[in-house]
């Protein structure tokens, strides 16, 4: 009779299980950097970091990517058997025959197999950090091995029984009773300093995991397989798994993960209810892996890779099961509607899902209507029941009424019939449904008239996207802006970016919290919520949410729901009203939430009080009482200095960076179940940079440039755009050691140096003069003004050489030899010296000595090899960006003419700079420079660009945060205007190009 009733309870219980929302997993592969698809073991350790075994090394994984570690790196061998962590934080990794490795993030401790010994099978250990293991030989002799100091040795036992030699098979710790388990054969025994004490439980078959507080072991004979729990007094069965059936007898005290039927179960701790996982399960057979801390997330070890099963709060339904979900709404059965677009209607009551024939909806489509086509399944957004318990649905050609007998159908000919968005107004009995340029609201009851709600605004120009009644029965919609109408006087009222009642112009949607506080989403700027005594909706949690918001909900008294792009958000309502504090914990596909962008408008509190959020894969539900709102910051580790492992355990190293070395690349990690859609970063180096640098989503940061001396670097992460304030600090010391001519300070120094240098030789010079009278007023005229020129262009040089330009240059060249395109850089490196050696070469001695007037003038030619010089470095910077062409007229012989040097060039910055550089990215801009000889005398250079063009570029300026200015196009005009008070006559005119773009013109004569 049990044996039937056992039966009987089995196939209802599948039956449920068939058809029940499942848990949520995310699976890792080779494709997201797993070593390999089977992992056979798993541990989470203090830190966080998931270390998976494989049979092709080791994968650490810190919640957005892995790092593998293979013989190449230290493992004694590929194939892993287990993976544990000792007190200190240490990680052990059992690498099968080969022996065992001890690992600190930097370096492998090898603890190789003794001579005479074949296998060390994986350690165990002791709260007080003590290790042991069981060593096998060759003639399958099997003693109880423990690690001393850096040896493996005998662990001397004193009445042990005379089969221990044949038939010891593992060694576990227990710490509840701070005991060795020792399981030899089939027996377990107690082992305390050596001596062994027999335990009075059952034939073990395995020993399955040992947690904190319960020893989990399996005994199994021909038919039946048994676990029970031991806590060091209590034994007790709890699951029994015989042939296809299983039968949980007793709760523990932890979570349970089995196999029965080819199907994975989970029970939840302290419950008799096993849930389905999944259909044939890939799960590896030893169960270790249970041993992770209690939070929402189980890491399982599987034939077809890492899996990540959310334990709480989360249950979903896939896209086989509710295909494309943008609505749902309960109804007065409890029974739940899901609104697939374009595919379906379904029915869910709790065990089966049941799509809704569509032939009882179309006996009420008006005839006119499927003339035109009538697409039968195209659901809107929120569905809802109204106070009389009718079911509305929105759809694109009307609403939905079902009164669990018959269906009905409400359209009309003024216009579009959608209703994208339905509302309920309870006072007048209505429907109310936001569509194409319109209102228009269905009576709720027989007669079932509509009315049209229009006006000449704006936001009755397009789609309406979202409509909602107030608490005091007014009407508010939301668009192109937000309105306001109230049906009993008509009157509308809009807040729009126009009359500066919101800062924003699209609303997606709008939503009423349970104290009547209204929130407003945008397309891209955030959150809004209406202020009544301003009349204004103000933009809130500004530092947090930039982009779209989806959807918006209150889970609990104390709780609102938000939706982004990239996942959910619980913010603490009560405290935010309280007194401003913002306090939000991200859910994500970190932490349960596995909805690719949840819906537009796509969330539902059903009468249980769980949420139901549509998204772009999968429909879940979330139960608000299961949810650990408590925060956990996220834990930082810099792993890598330059090429240098950093170890995560006991790190007090200095790192010394080889000689001559001074920009440095650091690799950081973010750790933690909290982790937003992506970790941002920031960092800071005491005395060098002592403000903290602007947060960025590459956890590689690169700093350049570093004087000499010992440093400590400061690393932050945060959760994304969530509470900037909170989050751990890593430290890491190292060492620079440079030439001083590479020192950031050098040119600094170098320059203070010239400069007394140079006020010494103005001192001599000045003396020198002082002496002599006699020099005509007119060459103390000329030579003034030859000063004034020799400062303007080594001015001009200054403005051309700024360190923003070559900083950049060699960062550049400095990526080119870390990818290992030394020869590329090395040619550039040369170009570069030649470059500033010319402009140093232009700027204060010229060709030749030709008189005193044009002594510093250079060949035309010289002058074009220089700016090839200079664009071409541009464009190594800015690759891709712009193409240029240099033009000569035909008759023009480049060696006869001759210029003052740096006239031309600042205009061809100007051209990249602040016309081309300005484009958009996807688009290549183009720089023409073309040379004219009107006569022997006199010539014309013409720099044109398709750029931006000036009016756009200085608009663009003005909300620049670029630190660096150009200054050389200024100073070249103050040049021009000493010059040609000297015997020169230049011209230079700007205009803005036909076609979009600048062109400037320069004329070069004599007078």
């Given at each position: ?13 599948n ?12 699976k ?10 089977q ?19 080791v ?14 790196d ?7 058997t ?15 025959t ?30 007080k950090?003590?290790c ?12 109880l ?29 227990f710490?509840l009773?701070?005991?060795?388990i ?18 009075q439980l059952?034939?073990?078959h ?16 021909s038919?039946e397989?048994?676990?029970y ?6 034994l ?13 007898i ?11 039927n080819?199907?994975l179960?989970?029970?939840p701790k302290?419950t ?10 890939p ?8 041993n992770?801390p209690?939070?929402?997330?189980l890491w ?7 899996w990540?099963?959310t334990?709480?709060a ?43 024939p ?5 006996i009420e ?21 109204d ?7 929105p ?12 269906w009905q159908?409400?359209?009309h ?6 209703a ?5 107004d ?5 429907i109310?449904?936001?569509?194409y ?10 007669p ?7 006006d000449?605004?704006k ?12 608490p005091?029965n ?14 009993d ?5 809009y ?8 800062a924003t ?18 397309w891209?700027d ?7 005594q ?17 959807l ?15 996942g959910l958000?619980i ?8 007194n401003?504090k ?6 994500n ?6 909805g690719v ?14 949420i139901?959020?549509?998204?772009g ?10 949810l ?9 580790f810099?792993?890598?200095v ?6 995560f355990v006991?790190n007090?190293?200095t790192?010394?960076l ?24 920031s ?8 403000k ?9 940061l690169m ?7 010992t440093?400590i ?5 945060r ?12 430290t890491?010391?190292f060492t ?15 320059s203070?140096?010239?400069f007394?240098?140079?006020?010494i030789v103005?001192?001599i010079w ?15 005229r000329?030579e003034e003004?030859e ?13 051309q ?8 240059v ?32 232009a ?6 000595q030709?008189?005193s ?21 541009e ?5 891709g960006?712009?193409?240029y062409?240099i033009?000569?007229?035909?008759k ?11 006239i031309?060039?600042p205009?061809?910055?100007n ?12 688009e290549?801009?183009n ?14 250079c ?38 040609n ?17 600048t ?9």
């Open positions: 009779m049990t044996r039937i009733l056992f039966l009987i309870l089995f196939f209802f219980a039956c449920w299980i068939a058809s029940a929302q499942e848990y949520p997993i995310q890792y592969t080779t494709h997201q950097g797993l070593a390999q698809m992992v056979f073991n798993v541990l989470k350790d203090s830190r966080g970091m998931v270390w998976a075994g494989t049979g092709f090394g994968s650490r994984f810190n919640g957005e990517s892995f790092t593998n570690y293979t013989t190449a230290g493992l004694l061998g590929n194939y892993i287990d993976i544990q962590e000792d007190n200190k934080g240490y990680i052990w990794i059992s690498c099968g080969k022996g065992i490795v001890r690992f600190d993030g930097k370096k492998f401790k090898k603890y190789t197999t003794p001579k005479g010994i074949n296998e060390i099978t994986s350690p165990t250990f002791t709260d950090g003590e042991f293991s069981v060593a096998i030989d060759a003639q399958n002799t099997r003693t091995f423990h690690i001393v100091g850096d040896t493996l040795l005998p662990y001397p036992l004193k009445n042990a029984p005379n089969y221990l030699a044949d038939s010891l098979i593992g060694v576990y710790f710490p009773t701070k005991n060795l020792l399981h030899i054969g089939k027996q377990s025994y107690s082992c305390q300093n050596g001596k062994l004490q027999k335990l059952p034939p073990c395995t020993v399955e995991v040992v947690f904190k507080d319960e020893f989990i072991f399996r005994s199994l004979n038919s397989q048994i676990y729990s031991w806590n060091g007094l209590v007790k069965p709890f699951l029994k798994i015989e042939g296809n059936n299983f039968q949980v007793n709760s523990i005290n932890h979570d349970f993960v089995f196999v029965a080819a199907k179960f989970f029970l302290n008799k209810q096993a849930d389905f996982i999944t259909k044939n399960p799960l590896a057979t030893v169960l270790t892996f249970l992770q209690d939070a929402e997330t399982l070890p599987t034939e077809k890779g890492l990540q099963l334990r709480k989360f249950r979903q339904f896939s896209e086989e099961q509710v295909p494309y979900c943008w609505g749902v709404v309960e109804d007065k059965y409890q029974q739940l509607y899901f609104l697939n677009f374009k595919v379906s209607l379904q029915k869910f009551n709790g065990k089966t899902i049941n799509t809704l569509e032939k009882q909806r179309e489509i008006p005839e006119w209507l499927k003339k035109q086509g009538y697409p039968s399944n195209d659901w809107y957004y929120k569905p809802l029941k106070k009389f318990d009718n079911i509305w649905l759809h694109v050609s009307g609403i939905f009424k079902y009164n669990y007998q018959k159908f409400f359209t000919k003024q216009g579009d019939p959608l994208f968005c339905i509302a309920e309870k006072k007048r009995n209505k109310v449904a936001s569509g340029n319109q209102l228009y609201t269905v009576q709720s009851q027989t079932n008239s509509i009315e049209f709600i229009k000449t605004a936001i009755f120009t397009s789609l309406i996207n979202s409509v909602v009644v107030a005091n007014e009407y508010w919609f939301s668009g192109w802006g937000i309105g306001r109408y109230n049906p006087n008509k009157q509308f009222k807040y729009t970016i126009d009359n500066h009642k919101i112009k699209g609303i997606l949607g709008l939503y009423f919290d349970w104290q009547g506080t209204l929130w407003a989403m945008s891209r955030g959150l809004f919520r209406y202020n009544p301003k009349d204004t909706f103000e933009r809130v949690l500004l530092n947090h949410f930039d982009g779209m918001i989806n918006v909900e209150q889970i609990d008294s104390q709780h609102l729901l938000i939706g982004n792009l990239h958000y913010l603490n309502l009560q405290k935010f009203n309280a401003g913002v306090e939000l914990k991200v859910y596909h970190h932490n349960g939430y596995m962008e949840p819906g537009q408008l796509g969330s539902f509190r059903d009468s249980n009080g769980y139901w959020i549509t998204s894969s999968v429909l879940t539900r979330m139960n608000p009482q299961e650990n709102l408590q925060k956990r910051t996220l834990k930082t810099i792993t890598k330059g090429n240098n492992n950093v170890a006991n007090t190293e790192i010394n080889p000689y001559g070395q001074n920009a440095v690349a650091f690799t950081v990690e973010s750790i933690g179940e909290d982790k937003p859609f992506k970790s941002q970063y960092f800071r180096i005491k005395g060098v940079l002592d903290w640098s602007d947060w960025q989503e590459q956890n590689l700093v350049n440039n570093l004087p000499n001396g440093h670097i400061e690393v932050r992460s959760l994304g755009t969530l509470d900037a304030g909170e989050y751990s600090i890593a890491q010391q620079i050691s440079v030439p001083f001519y590479k020192s950031p300070n050098f040119y600094k120094y170098a203070i140096i010239g007394i240098l140079l006020l103005a001192y000045l003396k020198e003069r002082s002496q002599t009278h006699k020099v005509s007023e007119q060459r103390k000329i003004q000063n004034k020129v020799r400062f303007l262009q080594v001015q001009t040089i200054q403005a050489m700024n360190p923003h330009f070559t900083f950049n060699l960062g550049t060249l400095q990526h080119l030899i870390l990818n290992n395109e030394t020869q590329k850089a090395s040619d550039n490196l040369v170009k570069l010296s030649s470059l500033i050696r010319n402009y140093l070469e700027s204060l001695l010229g060709d030749e030709i008189g007037l044009f002594k510093h003038e250079i060949v035309l030619e010289r002058e074009i090899e220089l700016l090839k010089m200079y664009i071409e470095f464009q190594l910077q800015y690759s960006r712009f193409n062409e033009k000569l007229d035909g023009l012989n480049p060696n006869n003419y001759r210029v003052p040097p740096l031309i060039q205009f061809v910055e051209a990249i700079k602040h016309g081309l550089l300005y484009k958009n990215v996807s290549i801009g720089l023409w420079i073309h040379f004219l000889s009107l006569d022997e005398d006199t010539l014309i013409t720099i044109e660009d398709d750029g931006v063009g000036r009016e756009k570029a200085a608009e663009l300026q003005l909300t620049s945060i670029k630190k660096y200015k150009s200054r050389g196009t200024q100073l070249v005009k103050k040049r021009v205007e000493i010059l008070e000297m015997g020169y006559e230049i011209e230079i005119n700007t205009d803005d190009r036909l076609k979009g773009g062109v400037v013109t320069i004329k070069i004569g004599y007078k």
